[in-house]
């Protein structure tokens, strides 16, 4: 069955400071990923996802991703955050063959940042 | 942009009570979710479905059901409430798109969530 697995469950960081959340997932097959973010108060919204393609990608708010086939791996990064980065972060995966859109998420991870 | 409402907020039920948590989506999608979000295990997926009538179980299936009459309409069943089902529950609708290949399957569209206390 496929897992994914946060490693950090809460960082605390300094404005300006870099950031990077750990994700790894358990699938043999080809899969689509994803990370999500939810601000206090505020919904679940897609950051950035990656299907095919150059392993690094951008996503909203100055965020990446890198997909790492070989470590099962989409780590979560940012140079520099900001206050306003305070949230909750989700990594995600969804099974290519799966015509369901089904995702399954990690546990979550986190972040505050102090002004 | 999408929409994904759900009816209730904020919902506080007695144990045994049969609960109905209800979601409306208004872009025409065919995939519909339901996740439970609980502090430290993430989401977590009950039911699913990609089409009217059409239902999947997900990891924690237990306890619940769910009906999906309308393409737009996901409702999710407590049959008799327990105090281990409080916790915020979560819909999802997302685009179907069949087949595999680069950018086949949509993300997900998240509602505001509904949290349910047992007591």
């Known amino acids: 069955a496929q897992s994914v697995s946060q490693h950090n469950h809460h960082v605390i960081l300094s404005e300006a400071a870099s950031l990077e959340l750990g994700c790894n997932y358990s699938?043999?097959?080809?899969?689509?990923l994803f990370w999500y973010v939810q601000y206090p108060g505020q919904h679940l919204q897609l950051l950035l996802k990656?299907?095919?393609?150059?392993?690094l990608v951008k996503g909203i708010k100055g965020f990446e991703a890198e997909f790492i086939k070989s470590k099962f791996s989409f780590n979560l990064r940012k140079p520099s955050v900001q206050w306003s980065d305070t949230a909750e972060y989700f990594c995600?995966?969804?099974?290519?063959?799966?015509?369901?859109?089904?995702?399954?998420f990690g546990q979550g991870t986190t972040l505050q940042v102090k002004p | 942009d999408v929409k994904v409402t759900q009816s209730s907020r904020y919902l506080v039920k007695r144990t045994g009570e049969k609960v109905f948590l209800e979601c409306v989506q208004d872009?025409?999608?065919?995939?519909m979710f339901w996740y439970r979000q609980d502090p430290g295990l993430g989401l977590r997926l009950i039911y699913f479905?990609?089409?009217?009538?059409?239902?999947e179980k997900g990891d924690i299936p237990e306890g619940y059901s769910v009906s999906r009459e309308k393409k737009e309409r996901f409702s999710l069943i407590l049959e008799s409430a327990s105090t281990n089902q409080t916790s915020m529950y979560l819909c999802?609708?997302?685009?179907?798109?069949?087949?595999?290949?680069?950018?086949?399957?949509?993300?997900?569209?998240f509602g505001n969530g509904t949290r349910l206390t047992v007591t």
């Open positions: 479905s990609y089409d009217v009538k059409m239902k």
């Open positions: 699938y043999g097959g080809t899969v689509n």
């Open positions: 872009m025409d999608h065919e995939n």
């Open positions: 995600a995966v969804n099974a290519r063959s799966s015509n369901t859109g089904k995702l399954i």
């Open positions: 999802a609708s997302s685009l179907l798109t069949p087949g595999q290949g680069p950018g086949m399957n949509s993300p997900l569209h």
């Open positions: 990656y299907f095919s393609g150059d392993p």
